[in-house]
């Protein structure tokens, strides 16, 4: 079982629970509040895998490749790999398996970096695919979602992130490939889940439709806001037992 964490505090909270937190992209838009994860950088994913190291001390973390730092070749995504994992200390790095990207994982694998592959609906590529859409409308969607997490497996990832597809291809993908099947948006009989931390405790007023809202942390953090707001205003805060109230008569006895 698996969420998202994109700092040291939130790490710190879910590392005792989860198996495996995602330093995702998805903090360009969580965190950043960018449109879509394209403008996010290896820089970003770096900062962010770094505080998140700082609040884990047993779940696997796994940090994201970001867009235009691992497609143009296994050279590159084998630099890029290497900054994340020096860098940050994580375990682990997770590519999105576009065209091309198989033979890049065999290539990371080779050489020591463990891989996590992403098919399916994959954020990366909304602006070729028209958007965030789910899979498995029309048969080619279909195949292509079996297509990749088959070579996602022979390449050699330990695990597939199955996002967006419809229910029936991602049993299809669990029952295909060799390794761990972590769905989002997929099926119950994918071997793991995971869902973006945010979304799950309920910080925005909008989620996709695969997002079950476990808390109201947006709600709660209005009313906590507008009663210190409140109290400020008012002059209810700070009180006596917020102040350092140290008399000159205490301050004289120290000495
Ligand atoms: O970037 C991310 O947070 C992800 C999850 C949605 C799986 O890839």
């Given at each position: 079982m698996g969420l998202t964490a994109y700092t040291a505090p939130m790490a710190a909270a879910l590392d005792p629970i989860v198996d495996l937190m995602l330093v995702g992209d998805t903090l360009g838009m969580v965190v950043h509040g960018l449109p879509t994860t394209i403008g996010v950088t290896l820089d970003m994913m770096i900062l962010h895998g770094r505080a998140v190291m700082r609040g884990?001390?047993?779940?696997?973390?796994?940090?994201?490749?970001?867009?235009?730092?691992?497609?143009?070749?296994?050279?590159?995504?084998?630099?890029?790999?290497?900054?994340?994992?020096?860098?940050?200390?994580?375990?682990?790095?997770?590519?999105?398996?576009?065209?091309?990207?198989?033979?890049?994982?065999?290539?990371?694998?080779?050489?020591?970096?463990?891989?996590?592959?992403?098919?399916?609906?994959?954020?990366?590529?909304?602006?070729?695919?028209?958007?965030?859409?789910?899979?498995?409308?029309?048969?080619?969607?279909r195949e292509n979602a079996l297509l990749e997490a088959r070579a996602v497996d022979q390449a050699g990832a330990f695990a597939i992130v199955v996002e967006g597809v419809a229910t029936d291809i991602a049993d299809e993908i669990t029952r295909a490939v060799s390794i761990p099947t972590i769905g989002i948006g997929a099926s119950p009989s994918c071997d793991g889940q995971i869902l973006v931390t945010d979304d799950m405790i309920g910080m925005f007023d909008w989620t996709p439709k695969f997002v079950r809202r476990y808390g109201a942390m947006r709600e709660l953090v209005t009313q906590a806001v507008q009663a210190y707001a409140r109290d400020v205003r008012s002059g209810a805060f700070p009180g006596s037992a917020e102040m350092y109230n140290f008399s000159a008569k205490a301050a004289a006895a120290e000495h």
């Open positions: 884990s001390s047993r779940a696997l973390v796994v940090v994201d490749l970001p867009f235009g730092s691992y497609e143009r070749s296994p050279r590159q995504a084998h630099e890029s790999a290497v900054r994340v994992m020096q860098e940050t200390g994580c375990q682990a790095v997770k590519v999105e398996a576009s065209d091309g990207v198989p033979e890049t994982i065999e290539f990371l694998v080779q050489r020591g970096i463990p891989v996590v592959g992403h098919v399916g609906l994959r954020p990366q590529a909304a602006n070729v695919d028209g958007g965030f859409k789910a899979k498995g409308r029309i048969p080619a969607e």
